[in-house]
């Protein structure tokens, strides 16, 4: 399933290229809607191949979800660079029929991208990153057989292809086919995820609030070319069955961005990772122990990556090789997935997802400085 995941994230990235050259049809638009969708087939993929829940998969998925949107008009000059987009929140629920896996409340923003705009039809694409709640998960007493997920918060991450057919000038309908994964990022171990696909379907209605249409003209003259960027951020992990999340993780990073549209920007620099749970990993991952005073807790990667801009907010994925480690529990490449929000015109927050092929390691959060 690593493959798959990664040709989700590279979509991410490339849809937007996409989306800013189909723009609205009509020289109004409707401001919100509403609508709810009904997942009626569905089936449950293992995330990592060395876990076999096959006495855990039902035979069907049923899922049912609300959403809310604001239509893009114009008013911010993001709006034009992705195609006015549609941006909203959701909020589904999921029976997964076995009492092992029991239910998930899933709460989830996304960005609805515009594949193709017609007057009667339309082909989106969304991406979505929130969080979930599930009834069931695993625990040594009670629920020992089912090591999907130890915490009951996990992320909540879908991918969302619609085709939306235009019934009146306020109703429409729509046929979706979604993928969607759980996981905890290591904050509790086991944390082998949830992978599952959904074919629903849903009414929507729309406001009727016309807004007309802001055309901005784009610029020329794309922002500074050069940006330097420091950051430092911290997170916790576990690394065995039934631990808290104890160790502690920094990670400070430089890198330098360029700009290569208005809307996106490359980037290249280094991380230095201290993690206190490497003496742990040597019994675990490699089969002998090694006296904490002679572990390096300290490794340093290379990273370049691709970031995403939205107004305030950005999507960064970088992919990284370990330059110095003492030893290699994993491989030397693994990606990181970061959501960032600028405060002001330097300061930012984030919030990141450090992943090796097919196990995710560890959430960080932190902040940035920008010049």
Known sequence: MHIHKHIFYIIVQFTPFISQYIYAQDAKIKKYSVGIDYYCAGRMMRFNRAYEMSEFLPENIYMIEASAKYHTHGSRPW???????NVGISMGYINFIKKDIGYAIMLNPFIEFFLYRGRMYELTFTPSFGLAYNSKYWDRATNDAYSATSTPVTSSIYFTLS????????????AKFTFRHFSNGSIGIPNNGLNFINIG????YTISQNTPVTYLTKSDTLPKKYNMNVEIAMGYKAIKEAEVAKYLILNPSIYVSRYISHISNLMIGADLLYDESFVGEYPLKLKYNKDPAEVINWALAATVGHELKIGRYSYLTQVAYYMYKQDYFYERWYHRHTSKVMINKHLYIKASLKVYIGAADFFDYGVGWRW
């Open 163 to 174: 085709n939306n057919f235009k019934i009146t000038d306020a109703w429409s309908i729509q």
């Open 201 to 204: 379907f849903g009414a929507s």
């Open 79 to 85: 709006h034009k660079y992705y195609g006015y987009p």
